[in-house]
């Protein structure tokens, strides 16, 4: 594994809510035409980044005209044909649309959470929906099975003892944790760059 990925934190994770599913381009998009990016009270400590860097959208929306086109990896699509993917943001985009919905982005526990442990007690599990391996196309967007995301809710399966979805296989899970390193930490010397900061 990768240098930042070994060590282990305990955390107490008290009672919370989370939306079962990934937010959506069409639900960012809501934020967008309802003036988030120019409130600054949503922005919290980023707002000072987003004037500076002029942020209007977000980085794989390119305008056109009075709409946008999506730019991934193969080229653009009109923002339409898009609308039920999982929206892809920023940390700072992902905390000012939460403000605005009057929600927060989960904390590093309480992922972990949602994702390995289950109602019923807190035996973890090794993925979400508990001991079998992932297949693509049923638990997920796994194994190159599509090179683009795919529609948020597809994978009924994939989701998680407690009912939510997506938490694996879909693009980056963001929190409110800051990435720090655990106490004791060294970088690999194999691969000094990849923990750099820490």
């Given amino acids: 594994g990768w240098d930042n990925e070994f060590g282990e934190v305990v955390a107490r994770v008290d009672d919370f809510e989370v939306m079962a599913l990934p937010v959506t381009v069409r639900e960012f998009l809501d934020f967008l035409e309802m003036g988030g990016y120019g409130k600054s009270e949503l922005w919290g400590d980023d707002w000072e980044w987003c004037e500076k860097e002029k942020m209007a959208h977000p980085a794989s929306w390119v305008r056109d005209g009075d709409s946008f086109t999506y730019r991934y990896v193969f080229g653009e699509v ?102 720090k390193p655990f106490e004791g930490f060294a970088a690999d010397p194999r691969y000094p760059e990849y923990s750099a900061d820490f």
């Avoid at 526990?109 to 035996?123: D, I, K, L, T, Y």
């Avoid at 979400?128 to 529609?151: A, D, I, K, S």
């Fill in 78 to 179: 009109p923002i339409k044909d898009v609308y039920d993917l999982p929206v892809f943001v920023s940390l700072a985009e992902a905390s000012a649309y939460a403000r605005w919905k009057g929600q927060r982005l989960p904390t590093e526990a309480e992922w972990h959470r949602m994702a390995f442990s289950g109602p019923e007690n807190s035996v973890e599990s090794p993925f979400p929906w508990g001991t079998e391996r992932p297949t693509p196309g049923v638990h997920g967007n796994f194994g190159l099975e599509n090179y683009f995301p795919t529609g948020v809710g597809r994978f009924p399966k994939g989701a998680s003892r407690w009912g939510v979805h997506e938490l694996y296989g879909q693009g980056w899970e963001l929190t409110s944790t800051e990435f």
